[in-house]
């Protein structure tokens, strides 16, 4: 490791994926828990939780990809600007 490398704060799409990963572990863990001690899980919930995760990825994914594609568009602009 190198001494005195800046780090970057956590943005929040990268804070929101590590509590969400969090979340995602917990509910595992709660569920694997649940199957023992009942010997049965709620499939519906399940689906659900997966669901919605799954839809916070892709929103998350899609926001991230929205902003690469505006930033590269700012830079060309100025590009052509400064070759004026």
Same mark, same amino acid.
């Given at each position: 490791?190198?001494?005195g490398k800046n780090k970057k704060?956590? $943005?929040t799409i990268d804070r929101i994926l #590590?509590?969400?990963g $969090?979340?995602?572990g917990l509910f595992t #863990?709660?569920?694997?828990?649940t199957f023992y001690i009942k010997d049965a899980v709620p499939d519906t919930l399940i689906t659900c939780v997966m669901g919605c995760?799954?839809?916070e990825g892709i929103l998350t994914a899609a926001i991230?990809?929205?902003k690469k594609i505006t930033e590269s568009k700012i830079e060309t602009t100025e590009e052509q600007e400064d070759d004026k």
């Amino acid at each position: 490791m190198r001494k005195g490398k800046n780090k970057k704060p956590l $943005g929040t799409i990268d804070r929101i994926l #590590i509590i969400l990963g $969090g979340f995602m572990g917990l509910f595992t #863990i709660a569920m694997i828990v649940t199957f023992y001690i009942k010997d049965a899980v709620p499939d519906t919930l399940i689906t659900c939780v997966m669901g919605c995760s799954g839809v916070e990825g892709i929103l998350t994914a899609a926001i991230t990809i929205s902003k690469k594609i505006t930033e590269s568009k700012i830079e060309t602009t100025e590009e052509q600007e400064d070759d004026k």
